[in-house]
C-alpha cells in the first residue's frame, strides 16, 4: 500500500474522512484503504486455489485486480516432532509444521475454508481465525472431529496481518500444542514492494519436564496456567531458523518479516541484533505505519509487519529482547547477509588497545570483605566450585563446559588444563589473551582475570578439573596464593 503524499489527495482523503464522520453512523476507515463497507460489497469475480507456505516463506504478493473466491484447503495433523536437540513434542498442527500454513489474500475475497481433520488424529479441532467477522472467528463453524473436514466462507472485509488458531477446548492446550498461524489480507494496492519477505511466529512450550530434559515431553498444563514456559521459539522450535535454516540475503535488498506471535501467553518484545526497522506496520495494521523502529511488541495473538534495507554482512539475530527467553529457552534465530562491506556503514573494529585505568592493577574484589567458606574436603569444594562456575565460567565456556566453535575454549577434556595447574591458576588470576591452542584448535580471545578470593578459585578450579572427563586434580587456596599472576 503506498500513502498518498500528494496535496490534492492528501486533501481529498481528508474530505472523505471528515465527510465520512459528519455524515454517516459508518466508521471512519484511513482514506488510503478501502472501507469495511466497500470490501463487503466488492464483486466476486472468479476463483482460485490458495497458494500457502510454510514458514519461514511467503506466498507471492497479490497482482490480482480483482476481488475473487479463494479456496483454502488446511490439513490438521498431530505430529511428533523436534522441539529442541533431544527433545520432542507431539504438535498439533495447521498442516503438519509450526506454525501453520501462512494464507495470502486481498481485501473484499470470498474466502471459502476448508478444515480437514486427518482420520489419525485423537482430537476434534477448529479455526478462529481474526480477520473474520462473525461469531467465534469462525471457531464454531469449523468444530470437525477426527476424519472430518468442514467448510464455511467469509469476506476479507478490514487489510491486515492477523493470526489464525485453534479454539477448541481447552484452548490454550490446542494453542500451546502449536496450533496457530498467519493469514495476510493485502491491501487492495499491496504493500510496498520489497525484495524478500519472510515469515517468523513466536510461541511458548511448557513440558513436563525442565528446558533440555531429553525424550519426548509431554505438555504441562500447570506451567501453561502459571506462564511459565520451558521453550520460547520462533517458528515452532529452538534453532529453526538458525545456521544453514537461517533467513537469507543480500547487501542492497529490501527485507520485510512478516511476524505473529502465539503465545499462548508471552508477548515479544521482538528485535534484530543490528538492524533498525525502516518500517513497522505495528500489530499487522495496514493504515499507520510507523518508522526506525528498534523494538516492537508483538502481543499473544497479534502481529507485526517490518521493513528494513540490508546494508552490511554480518549475521543479524531475531530475538525476543525479553532476552533470557532468547538465550535460555530459545526465542533467537539469524538472517544472514552477504555482500561487501560498507566501512562508512559499519566499520568493524578498527583498533584494540591496551586500556589500563589508574589503580588497575589493584583489582578490587567484587564483595569486598566477603570470605568464602573453607571448604573441608574435596567433595566440598567441587560442590562450592560448581555454583562458582555457573555464575562466572558457564556463560562463555558453556555449561557442559564445551565451549563455542571459534570464540571460547572448550574445558572439557581441555590439554590445555593437562598443562598443569601453574599456568591455568596464572591464566584464570591474571587473566589470559592472545592466541592459545586448546585440543588442536586456536583460539584468539580475552578472558579477564577472575577477581575472587583464593578459596573460590580453587574451589571453581578443583570441580572443572573434576567435571567432564578431566584428570581429577584437587587445588588448594595454598596452590592459588603460589601461582596467583602479579598484578601489572
Ligand atoms: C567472558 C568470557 C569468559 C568467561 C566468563 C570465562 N572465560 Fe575462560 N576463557 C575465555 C577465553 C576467550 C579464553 C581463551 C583466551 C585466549 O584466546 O587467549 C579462555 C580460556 C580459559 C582457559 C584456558 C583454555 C582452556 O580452554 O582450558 C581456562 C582454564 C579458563 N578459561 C577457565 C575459566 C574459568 C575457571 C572461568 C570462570 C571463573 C572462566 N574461564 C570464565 C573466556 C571466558
Ligand atoms: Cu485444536
Known amino acids: 500500500m503506498k500513502l498518498r503524499t500528494k496535496g490534492a489527495s492528501r ?22 484503504c478501502a472501507s469495511r463497507d466497500e470490501n ?56 503438519g509444521k509450526v506454525p501453520g500454513k501462512f494464507i495470502r489474500v486481498r481485501e473484499g475475497d470470498l474466502i471459502e475454508m476448508h478444515l480437514d481433520n486427518h482420520p489419525d488424529n485423537k482430537m476434534p479441532h477448529n479455526i478462529d481465525l481474526h480477520a473474520v467477522n462473525g461469531p467465534g472467528g469462525g471457531a464454531a463453524a469449523s468444530l470437525t472431529a477426527p476424519g472430518h473436514s468442514s467448510v464455511f466462507s467469509f469476506k476479507a472485509t478490514n487489510p491486515g496481518l492477523y493470526v489464525y488458531h485453534c479454539a477448541t477446548a481447552p484452548v490454550a492446550m490446542h494453542v500451546a500444542n502449536g496450533m496457530y498461524g498467519l493469514i495476510l489480507v493485502e491491501p487492495k494496492e499491496g504493500l510496498p514492494k520489497v525484495d524478500r519477505e519472510y515469515y517468523v511466529m513466536q510461541s511458548d512450550f511448557y513440558t513436563k519436564g525442565p528446558n533440555g530434559e531429553q525424550g519426548l515431553q509431554p505438555f504441562s498444563m500447570v506451567k501453561a496456567i502459571d506462564e511459565r514456559p520451558d521453550y520460547v521459539v520462533f517458528n515452532g522450535a529452538v ?24 503465545g499462548p501467553n508471552l ?41 528494513f534495507k540490508l546494508t552490511v554482512p554480518g549475521t543479524f539475530i531475531l530475538v525476543d529482547h525479553s532476552l533470557t527467553r532468547a538465550f535460555n529457552r530459545g526465542a533467537l534465530a539469524q538472517l544472514k547477509v552477504a555482500g561487501a562491506e560498507d566501512k562508512m ?35 566440598e569444594r567441587i560442590k562450592a566450585g560448581e555454583g562458582i ?10 555449561p557442559a563446559g564445551q565451549g563455542v566453535a571459534d570464540a571460547f575454549p572448550p574445558l572439557a577434556k581441555s590439554d590445555y588444563l593437562k598443562g598443569g595447574k601453574a599456568r591455568v591458576i596464572k591464566a584464570v588470576t591474571g587473566g589470559l589473551e592472545g592466541k592459545v591452542t586448546v585440543n588442536g584448535k586456536n583460539y584468539d580471545g580475552v578472558m579477564p582475570a577472575w577477581d575472587l578470593p583464593d578459596e573460590d578459585i580453587a574451589n571453581v578450579l578443583t570441580y572443572v578439573y573434576n567435571s567432564w572427563g578431566n584428570s581429577g586434580e584437587t587445588v588448594t587456596p595454598d596452590d592459588i596464593k603460589a601461582g596467583r599472576a602479579k598484578a601489572n
Open 389 to 398: 562456575f555457573a555464575n562466572n565460567c558457564a556463560a562463555c565456556h558453556q
Open 239 to 262: 534453532g529453526s531458523t538458525t545456521g544453514d535454516k537461517a533467513l537469507t540475503g543480500n547487501v542492497g535488498e529490501t527485507m520485510r518479516l512478516y511476524v505473529g506471535d502465539g
Open 40 to 95: 463487503a460489497a466488492d464483486k466476486i469475480i472468479g476463483e482460485e486455489k490458495a497458494i500457502l507456505t510454510d514458514a519461514p516463506n511467503v506466498p507471492p504478493a497479490i497482482m490480482r485486480k480483482n476481488a475473487t473466491k479463494v479456496v483454502v484447503h488446511i490439513e490438521v495433523k498431530e505430529v511428533e516432532g523436534r522441539l529442541a536437540d533431544g527433545v520432542s513434542y507431539t504438535f498439533w498442527t495447521f498442516g
Open 267 to 307: 508477548t515479544s518484545s521482538f528485535h534484530v541484533i543490528g538492524q533498525i526497522f525502516d518500517t513497522v506496520w505495528a500489530e499487522g495494521n495496514m493504515s499507520t505505519p510507523t518508522h526506525n523502529v528498534q523494538t516492537t511488541m508483538v502481543p499473544a495473538g497479534g502481529s507485526a509487519i517490518a521493513d
Open 11 to 32: 486533501l481529498m482523503a481528508y474530505r472523505v474522512f471528515a465527510s465520512t464522520v459528519f455524515a454517516s453512523t459508518v466508521l471512519a476507515s484511513p482514506a488510503w
Open 345 to 379: 556503514i559499519y566499520s568493524g573494529k578498527t583498533d584494540d588497545l591496551v586500556y589500563l585505568p589508574e589503580g588497575a592493577g589493584a583489582r578490587v574484589a567484587e564483595q569486598p570483605g566477603r570470605a568464602a567458606p573453607a571448604a573441608k574436603d574435596k567433595a
